[in-house]
């Protein structure tokens, strides 16, 4: 069979989050593992209106193929939310839909990286920004982050002895730590990229999930050298793969040829569904129903931390998102952790997917957006029980 297969795509693992997802659809299973948003936020009623304002006035244009960039109006309505909410001039034309922000990787990986460069992610990263790179064979440099984003002195220890193409970055409620940039850290880190003008990728699928604190500016404000990358699929529906990328218009005409060749368009006809539903509703009252929730969600979730996992483990407390972050104690392995777990109908992501160069084994991460308070309790000290007798042994 390996002959069949590219070496290119031999050489990346199977994604763990595979099979996360298939232990998060067992209803005995309770799941802190995949990075699902709740489900009694769908707008279903909500959304079946706009299909059916769409396919009553414009059927015939919304069923048929469309431009690459994007629909017109979704994107009009992007860049006027980006002056709106964070004070960036963004035309149409920097503006490109893409079939989630997954896709919105996988182009930048087409676009710009080449067999051999070096491209510099977070330590942890999203693992799903490390399988997508991995396909246009990089080398991976890596740089530990901090409470407040990277640490800055490995940061310029990384770019001055390393010829680097691209900086991966999650500045807003990381996937997976859940740690956010300080305002001062994103002056200081586009400080550092200036040194090679490199780009900067700046994944920002949580950046509306703020329960705690001020927002942030976008790393654009700092580098215009930044390719920022949205999604509604943590806001509205992850089922619509509906995202998009934001950067400068020559970097967008490169990605969409690279979406031509790819898929030629994300689907039209979602597109103008999303457009109809964000035109008929305010999304910012939608957004407090999810961040009032997740909010409490994530503080029921410390709370069982604090009450139930011996005091030799470590975690962040994030500022919103979908995430947190837990350290064990160094001869614990968090893969040993996630077998014990199971057996009790509790999973997690073990840490090891999440780092591009050698594996830290006593990390993990846990999601609070889709378990009730009830479910996170009981989750918590099961895992806080295992943590303990592992401990002893």
Not at 335 to 350: G, Q, R, S, T
């Amino acid at each position: 069979m390996e002959r069949y297969i590219s070496k290119r795509i031999m050489k990346v693992p199977k994604s763990f989050l595979g099979e996360i997802f298939k232990l998060a659809a067992d209803k005995n299973v309770i799941s802190f593992g995949g990075g699902l948003p709740n489900p009694d936020f769908f707008p279903i009623k909500e959304m079946k209106n706009a299909c059916n304002v769409v396919l009553d006035n414009d059927g015939e244009k919304a069923l048929q193929y469309n431009i690459t960039e994007g629909c017109l109006l979704l994107r009009e309505y992007i860049a006027k939310r980006y002056k709106e909410k964070e004070g960036l001039d963004v035309s149409i034309d920097e503006i490109l839909i893409t079939s989630g922000s997954q896709q919105g990787l996988d182009l930048i990986g087409k676009t710009f990286i080449n067999e051999g460069e070096n491209i510099l992610v977070e330590k942890p990263s999203y693992l799903g920004a490390i399988e997508a790179f991995s396909i246009y064979e990089p080398n991976f440099c890596e740089v530990p982050l901090e409470d407040d984003g990277v640490n800055i002195d490995k940061l310029n220890k990384v770019v001055d002895n390393n010829e680097i193409k691209l900086f991966y970055a999650v500045p807003n409620f990381q996937n997976p730590s859940g740690i956010t940039y300080s305002a001062k850290k994103r002056e200081q880190t586009a400080e550092v990229l200036k040194k090679q003008n490199m780009i900067l990728i700046e994944d920002n699928p949580y950046g509306d999930l703020r329960f705690i604190g001020e927002t942030l500016p976008s790393m654009k404000k700092y580098y215009d050298n930044t390719i920022v990358l949205g999604s509604f699929s943590k806001i509205v529906s992850p089922s619509f793969r509906m995202g998009w990328i934001y950067a400068k218009k020559e970097f967008i005409a490169q990605l969409a040829v690279a979406k031509q060749a790819s898929d030629f368009h994300t689907n039209y006809f979602t597109q103008r569904v999303m457009h109809q539903y964000l035109t008929d509703n305010n999304i910012d009252d939608h957004l407090k129903k999810i961040i009032k929730s997740y909010g409490d969600q994530r503080e029921t979730m410390i709370n069982a931390i604090e009450k139930y996992f011996p005091k030799e483990v470590t975690f962040t407390k994030p500022e919103g998102g979908m995430f947190l972050w837990v350290t064990l104690p160094n001869d614990i392995k968090a893969m040993d952790l996630f077998y014990k777990a199971v057996k009790e109908n509790v999973a997690f992501v073990p840490g090891f997917p999440f780092y591009a160069g050698e594996k830290v084994e006593n990390t993990l991460r846990l999601n609070y957006s889709n378990v009730d308070s009830e479910k996170i309790d009981i989750g918590m000290k099961v895992l806080g029980n295992l943590i303990k007798q592992m401990m002893v042994k």
